[in-house]
């Protein structure tokens, strides 16, 4: 087997895990840093949630707050839940469940009338995409995991009675782990020859492949509120593109066949077991041992304006738009230090997001509040793979916030997600028109989320 007969295997696994990244920043990224603006749909740039959580959703709304210290510890669970069903067999095949704790911390200072500090730990990507590693589609993937970790200072200034203005600076340290098979039948067996075209069947595994990457990169975003009138309030806030330098590690593990090969065939004497002739890849100077990857890859920026109204004094209603600029992932360039360079198409689009959602004080201390949203997807027909099959998403929430004391609130939240159902593929594809062609199944998605907060001040 010669080396270039893993080369796509191998660059594709590192490839779909340093994607992955960047792919779930909207596929899956969470938006849900705090009950109370998860209550009423993650809306809240002109009017965010005090607490702290301004920190993430408009680095102005930190000061101004009538209280000295402000701080916020929250949990969100996420419980996504999909399958894939394919056009040839008609089955279909169940994502591996799971239930993802994600967790925030948000504390400000107001330093002075006009000036406040504060500091917060979130974590915008962390959720798993997981099959059984008998899916069909465990060629491209079988398991992604992404975990992010976001630390962000920030300083705000009011430099008006009804304007405020905020920075934050952020420090990314991201990981992700991703686990591929390789189909031995796609791999050449000699020059001309793949081992599918001597009877090995489509869909036999030899490789089990484990990739890791890590990443540390730096950004920032600013954020503006004025408040037109008493009752109505405009902001927006704008989040730096950012580039991410990840450095992996891929593990080739040999996953037996049990075959032996027949007579005629031009690699080895019939009846020499093909795991034989295989093995010299894993180890010595074959191609599938360890090894170390490279990426660079972009993050996009991000825009978001929103519009807080007060039609009563103990009702808001808001409105958020937000625009993701994915069209800067195109292409995705890797290095390795044994299998060379690959070049990955993703071809994203830039996506849009609306949120409508109210905030009424039902009592002095009882919060309800509800909302909905729609997302266009970033990813295009021929990028939707198990390893994010995306769609466009309507979601719906659903929250509440008590008054513990004078000091601490606690708010609860709900969140439904409807993915709509979207054509993708189970195997590796060319650009354009022909990935497409690839598309050979449905992927369906829905989530429940369920948030909670803890807010203080004094």
Known sequence: MRRNAVLGAGATAVALAFAFGEARAQGYGVYEHDGCAMGRSGTGVAAPCSGGSAIYFNPAGIVGSSTRWNGQVGLTMISPRGGFTSDASGATTDATANNIPVPTLFATRQLSSRWAVGLGVFAPYGLISEWPDTFEGRFLAYLADLKAIYIQPTVAVKLRDNLRLGVGFQMVFASVELRQRVDLSAQTAAPGTTFGQLGIPLGTD?????????????GGQVGMIWDATPRISLGARYQFRQTADIGGFASFLQVPTGIVLPPGNPIAPAG??????????????????????????????????????????????????QWVNWDRFEILTLSFSRLGQRTQFEDYNETHGYRLGFDWQATNRLSLRGGTLYHTAAAPPQTVTPLLPEGERHEGTLGLGYQLSSKLRLDLAYQRIEQQERRGRVADAPRGAAGVAANSGLYTSTANLFGASLAFGF
Request: hydrophobic content about 45%.
């Open 206 to 218: 030899f490789a089990d492949v484990h990739v890791e990457g890590s990443s540390r990169s730096a």
């Open 272 to 321: 020499t077991p093909l795991d034989s002739v295989v093995a010299p890849q894993f180890r010595g100077s074959g191609v599938l041992i360890s090894q170390r990857g490279f990426a660079r890859v972009p993050l996009p920026d991000q825009f978001v304006v929103g519009l807080a109204l007060r039609p009563r004094t103990n009702l808001t209603v808001l409105f958020d738009f």
